[in-house]
């Protein structure tokens, strides 16, 4: 079936180092991908998305490219900062007749971002 | 825009005890989602709703658990005795549903901590 692997963590970095989260998929068809970020006592809240192959979403100096031919989609960041802590998940859709589709999360990868 | 609401944002209780948790999702949105959340298991999809239908629940752990959505403004998860191994925090979001791009996007809430003891 359709699923996302991560990479493990938690991923410990230090402030303005770069930043890169692996993320890659199994899916049947042509799924959306997305990244989400969830902040200490938080629900998750969308980072950015690609809806097809070599779309690059990108916010918050966060990005990641759809790509198709290594099935990835993997994040990063240049220069990260503290307030950049959380948890990342990793995410696609899973196709349904009508209305919104299902997500399949990956399994979080915890980044911590010292001073 | 308020966003997701849920209720109660920290739930205690004892075993065999019924839990109710609520959500009230963004106003025009079409489809509604119910998480779990656990260290061991991470984040599992546990019901959808389009329009307010149950569309896939193959994620409901087992009888114990029901969830409901009469209209579209609000909907509940029971847990019906609960168990200690229930015991993690609860996510409900919300998305569109109609649109090309948009309508994947979810709004989660800040989700319901549940202990059962």
């Known amino acids: 079936g359709d699923s996302v692997t991560q990479m493990e963590g938690p991923v410990t970095l230090s402030e303005e180092a770069f930043l890169t989260i692996n993320c890659t998929y199994t899916?049947?068809?042509?799924?959306?991908l997305f990244w989400y970020v969830q902040y200490p006592g938080e629900g998750l809240q969308l980072l950015l998305k690609a809806t097809k192959a070599d779309d690059k979403g990108s916010n918050k100096g966060f990005e990641a490219t759809y790509r198709k031919e290594t099935t990835s989609f993997h994040l990063e960041k240049g220069s990260v900062q503290v307030s950049d802590s959380a948890v990342y998940f990793c995410a696609l859709t899973i196709g349904s007749i009508q209305g919104a589709q299902k997500l399949v999360f990956g399994q979080g990868t915890r980044l911590t971002i010292n001073p | 825009d308020a966003g997701v609401i849920q209720s109660p944002r920290h739930e205690v209780t004892e075993m065999g005890q019924e839990v109710t948790l609520r959500c009230k999702p963004i106003?025009?949105?079409?489809?509604l989602f119910w998480y779990r959340q656990t260290m061991m298991r991470g984040l599992e999809l546990l019901i959808y709703f389009n329009n307010n239908v149950p569309i896939d629940d193959s994620g409901m752990p087992e009888d114990r658990f029901s969830a409901k959505m009469p209209n579209a403004s609000f909907s509940t998860l029971k847990i019906q005795p609960s168990e200690p191994r229930d015991s993690a925090v609860y996510f409900c979001?919300?998305?569109?549903?109609?649109?090309?791009?948009?309508?994947?996007?979810?709004?989660f809430g800040a989700g319901t901590r549940l202990s059962v003891l």
């Open positions: 979001a919300s998305s569109p549903g109609t649109g090309s791009i948009a309508k994947n996007i979810q709004y």
């Open positions: 106003s025009g949105h079409n489809s």
């Open positions: 899916a049947t068809g042509y799924p959306s």
